[in-house]
C-alpha cells in the first residue's frame, strides 16, 4: 500500500406590449459569447453523513449561471457512473466555447497532490478506489479546456471529510490535513480562473443558512453589473471572510489576459420602441388603433414611458447630505448620503434568497460613494427614461432624485 501524502477537504457552491416599449435589458456579452458550465452538487452521501448544504448551492448556482446566459449542464446527488456521463455531455457541448465554467460543491480530498471530487456512492475503503470511486478534477479541467477561451472553475469543497480520514488510516497515513491542493494555471486562450472555498489545507463551512458561506458570496457577486470576474472574487473573498470572523478565506489563483465581465449593461443604451412581435394585424388596423405614423408612434411611446416616472414630493433641489421629500413612505425624511449606507428594501437580483442581501448595506455591494454616484446619476439626467430600466433596491423614486442631483452639479 502507497504512503502518499493525504490531506482531506469536504463538503460543500422577461416584452414588451403593442405599441410599446421594451427596456434594453440585455445581457451585451453573453449575446456576443458562448458560454456553457459544468455544475455538480453533492449532498447525499451513501457512507458517509449527508451534507446540508451542496446540492441546493449548486442548483441556485446553475440558475443563477442561465440567468447569466450561460448553457448549464448539471447534477446533483450523482453516482460515478453518472457523474461521468454528465461530465462527458459536458466535454461534447464545450468545446469551441468563449467561457466554460465548472462549479463543484461537495466532498473533495486530495492525494499527493491530486484533487479528487466524491460522487454519493463513494466508500473509499482503500487508495485503489480512489481510481474507481472519485473524480479526478484534472479529468474534468481537461474537458473544459478543449478549444475554450477562458476558463472559470469554483470549488466549494473544502469541510470536513470523514472519508478522507477513512481513506488516511486504511493507506496507513498519521496527521493528515484539509485542504484541496493547488491547482496550476495552464497556457493558451485568454486564461483561467481557480477559485477554492478556502486557503490550501484550510477546512470551508458548511453554513447554517440555505447556502455555505462562499457560495452565498459567489450568489451575490457573480454576475454584478459591470463588475469583472477578478473583482467580484475580490468582493466574495471580503464577505467569506467577514461571514466567518476570519477563520475561512477563499484561495484564488487567477491568470485572465482580458477582462471578464458576465453581466456588462450599458446604462446610455436607447430604448427599444416600436410594435412587439405577435399576431399580424387586418389590413388599415394600425391606422386605426394608433392614428399615427411610424415616426409619430415611437414619440407616443416615449411619452408613455415618461408618464410612468414617479414624481418626488418635493421640487426644491436635491442635494448629497439634506433630507429628500421622495414621496415614499420607506425612504422619505433621510438623505442620499444616508441612504447609501442603509439596507436595501428588497432583493437587487430577482429571486435572490433573503440571506444574501437582508442586512446588507447597499454602498457595500456596489462600492457606492459620492463621486461615483454622481457618474451614475448623471445617465439618469442625460436620458430621463433610464431610470425605469432596472429596478433599484432603494425604489424608483431614488433614482429620480438622483437625476436630480446631478441636474443641479452633484451638490
Known amino acids: ?21 421594451a427596456l434594453l435589458l440585455t445581457l451585451t456579452a453573453a449575446n456576443a459569447e458562448r458560454r456553457v458550465a459544468l455544475v455538480l452538487g453533492n449532498s447525499q452521501y451513501q457512507h458517509a453523513a449527508p451534507l446540508l448544504n451542496p446540492a441546493r448551492d449548486a442548483q441556485a448556482m446553475a440558475d443563477r449561471l442561465k440567468d447569466l446566459g450561460f448553457e448549464v449542464v448539471s447534477g446533483f446527488d450523482l453516482t460515478k457512473q453518472q457523474t461521468q ?24 480530498l486530495q492525494v499527493s497532490g491530486k484533487n479528487y471530487l466524491l460522487p454519493v456512492d463513494a466508500a473509499l475503503e482503500d487508495e485503489t478506489s480512489l481510481d474507481f470511486e472519485a473524480v479526478s478534477v484534472d479529468f474534468i479541467l481537461r474537458q473544459m479546456s478543449r478549444e475554450t477561451s477562458i476558463r472559470l472553475v469554483f470549488l466549494d469543497a473544502c469541510r470536513d471529510n470523514p472519508l478522507a480520514e477513512v481513506l488516511a488510516k486504511t493507506a496507513g497515513i498519521k496527521g493528515a490535513s484539509s485542504g484541496l491542493a493547488e491547482i496550476p494555471i495552464e497556457n493558451g486562450g485568454a486564461g483561467t480562473l ?101 415616426g409619430q408612434a415611437d414619440q407616443l411611446a416615449l411619452n408613455a414611458l415618461r408618464a410612468k416616472i414617479p414624481k418626488l414630493a418635493t421640487d426644491g433641489p436635491i442635494l448629497f447630505d439634506r433630507p429628500v421629500k421622495f414621496g415614499d413612505p420607506a425612504i422619505d425624511g433621510k438623505s442620499i448620503a444616508q441612504l447609501i449606507k442603509g439596507e436595501p428594501l428588497f432583493s437587487p437580483v430577482e429571486g435572490l434568497d433573503k440571506s444574501v442581501w437582508q442586512g446588507k448595506h447597499c454602498d457595500g455591494c456596489h462600492e457606492w460613494n459620492e463621486t461615483r454616484l454622481c457618474e451614475q446619476a448623471k445617465n439618469f439626467a442625460a436620458n430621463d427614461v433610464s431610470v425605469l430600466r432596472l429596478q433599484h433596491p432603494l425604489g424608483t423614486r431614488f433614482k429620480v432624485a438622483l437625476a436630480r442631483w446631478a441636474q443641479g452639479g452633484c451638490q
Open 1 to 21: 500500500m502507497s504512503s502518499a501524502p493525504i490531506a482531506f477537504c469536504g463538503g460543500m457552491f422577461r416584452a414588451a406590449g403593442l405599441v410599446a416599449l
Open 85 to 108: 456521463a454528465t461530465v462527458g455531455q459536458f466535454a461534447k457541448q464545450v468545446r469551441g466555447a468563449d467561457i466554460a465554467l465548472f462549479f463543484y460543491a461537495g466532498h473533495g
Open 194 to 294: 481557480v477559485a477554492f472555498a478556502a486557503s490550501p489545507n484550510q477546512l470551508a463551512y458548511d453554513g447554517s443558512g440555505d447556502h455555505s458561506p462562499f457560495t452565498t458570496a459567489l450568489l451575490q457577486h457573480v454576475g454584478e453589473s459591470n463588475v469583472s470576474i477578478t473583482e467580484a472574487m475580490n468582493r466574495v473573498t471580503s464577505d467569506v471572510f467577514k461571514a466567518t470572523a476570519g477563520k475561512q478565506r477563499p484561495w484564488i489563483n487567477v491568470s485572465l489576459t482580458t477582462e471578464v465581465v458576465l453581466h456588462r449593461v450599458d446604462l446610455n443604451a436607447p430604448l427599444i420602441v416600436g410594435e412587439a412581435n405577435g399576431p399580424q394585424a387586418e389590413a388599415g388596423s394600425e391606422t386605426r388603433n394608433t392614428g399615427a405614423a411610424p
